[in-house]
């Protein structure tokens, strides 16, 4: 339901915005008629109506679009295979695709370098969020083959009510991921498990893989490395890590309780009762925790969030910003003009104004003229903060689905053997790295 009343205020909103903009304004906007037919490849044509549509039969009535949906079966995810042939056979003008098959592409000649185009267009980069900037450059070796509408940033909200009832200060802006944990750790795990208190909480993100996965993108560290085919736990910074971990769990201080998946013909779900039990923010059992913007609006109680958690070597940079979707014109697409046009509206001041009124479903505007329409400073401040964005590599090494499955029920096997006091810090790390080195080899795909 709220996506349909989104939806419908989205269409009053960009008719009425797009609307004036014919009548004459800035000179940055897209506005003459444009007439022909632009094939645009999307996920499908439920993504497009919601995402693009209003906003391009608005300002080009006169456009015929073509749609190239690219995931026609709901069963099968399009392979990366399968997703350049469809494009090399369909040739579309506009791809409008995620960040991870921009990604694995963007080396492969599929995209067009659009800098001639933002200069012949009068655009900047700096008009730009840098985060996503940065995030494209580096994944295009330096060069812009993209741009992202939007961008999207958790945040470490918290209970006050739990903090004012322990005497703990407030989380503040700036601190790592280590320091976070430290805080949560002064709430003293005590009472039934009904009502104990945990310092922090991430509903299905609670088990101790997790935990070092999320230190593992924060800090730029890696328990696996598939270039190398090599596990690499076994080093003195996850030595810490873990350890700071082992210590936490056997505090209380994060939960190991796990809530399991209901299996229905086959697929794994959650219902609304499993998510809420999975919820211990939600239900005030839990003092801490990430998770994105305007997903906490109906507690019983007085929260409040700062920006999320920070690199410990680049506190400008954090692990919990990220770019999802892009939009790229195809290399020699013989449209590449009126495909830039799409873009250029989708990234103006004027769609940055509709998305402030909007509110943050599909992320914050990239474009910082979004920064004078919206209200709310912990937003405009992380504008300030860069991504932690390592490249996608593509891998034809290892199955990376057998491995990883396997790697986690080891690491949350012996983590919890540790945590009951079964085995010591140093021997669950010898076990991860002797049993995963053996996982990973065995996972090597023979040719």
């Given at each position: 339901m709220r996506r349909h009343w989104l939806h419908i205020i989205s269409i009053t909103l960009v008719v009425s915005i797009l609307s004036l903009m014919t009548i004459g304004c800035s000179s940055e906007t897209p506005v003459q008629g444009m007439k022909g037919t632009l094939k645009i490849a999307v996920r499908d044509k439920g993504t497009y109506e919601y995402l693009y549509q209003d906003y391009i039969d608005a300002a080009y009535p006169d456009l015929k679009v073509e749609l190239v949906e690219m995931e026609t079966d709901q069963y099968h995810n399009t392979t990366i295979e399968e997703f350049k042939k469809k494009l090399e056979r369909e040739k579309p003008d506009l791809i409008l695709c995620d960040i991870w098959r921009f990604n694995t592409l963007v080396n492969e000649d599929v995209f067009m370098d659009i800098a001639d185009k933002m200069y012949q267009s009068g655009m900047k980069e700096d008009d730009f969020y840098p985060g996503m900037i940065d995030w494209l450059k580096q994944d295009g070796g330096g060069k812009l083959y993209a741009l992202a509408q939007n961008f999207q940033s958790a945040f470490l909200y918290y209970n006050e009510d739990l903090f004012k009832k322990a005497g703990v200060e407030f989380p503040q802006d700036g601190m790592t991921l280590e320091e976070v944990y430290k805080l949560a750790s002064r709430f003293k795990s005590g009472g039934s498990s009904k009502d104990r208190i945990v310092g922090f909480h991430q509903s299905f993100s609670n088990l101790p893989y997790n935990v070092l996965e999320d230190f593992q993108r924060s800090e730029g560290i890696r328990m696996v490395d598939l270039r190398s085919g090599k596990v690499s736990i076994d080093t003195p910074s996850w030595h810490h890590i873990v350890e700071s971990v082992v210590n936490l769990y056997q505090f209380g201080t994060l939960s190991l309780k796990e809530i399991k998946p209901k299996v229905i013909n086959g697929v794994q779900t959650y219902d609304q009762e499993a998510s809420e039990q999975a919820d211990l923010f939600g239900q005030g059992k839990a003092a801490m925790t990430i998770s994105y913007y305007n997903e906490h609006n109906n507690y019983k109680f007085k929260w409040g969030a700062v920006l999320p958690p920070v690199s410990s070597t680049q506190r400008n940079r954090s692990a919990n910003i990220y770019v999802f979707d892009v939009m790229a014109i195809r290399s020699g697409s013989t449209n590449s003009e009126m495909a830039w046009k799409i873009i250029e509206l989708m990234t103006s001041d004027h769609i940055a104004k509709v998305s402030s009124k909007l509110g943050t479903v599909s992320g914050f505007s990239s474009k910082k003229s979004y920064l004078n329409y919206s209200q709310?400073?912990?937003?405009?401040?992380?504008?300030?903060?860069?991504?932690?964005?390592?490249?996608?590599?593509?891998?034809?090494?290892?199955?990376?689905?057998?491995?990883?499955?396997?790697?986690?029920?080891?690491?949350n096997s012996e983590v919890a053997a540790a945590v009951k006091g079964e085995k010591s810090v140093d021997q669950i790390i010898a076990a991860i790295q002797k049993e995963g080195q053996a996982l990973l080899d065995a996972a090597k795909i023979k040719k």
């Open positions: 709310n400073q912990l937003v405009n401040k992380v504008f300030d903060l860069l991504p932690i964005h390592t490249p996608y590599f593509s891998n034809d090494k290892y199955d990376e689905t057998i491995f990883y499955k396997s790697f986690q029920d080891i690491i």
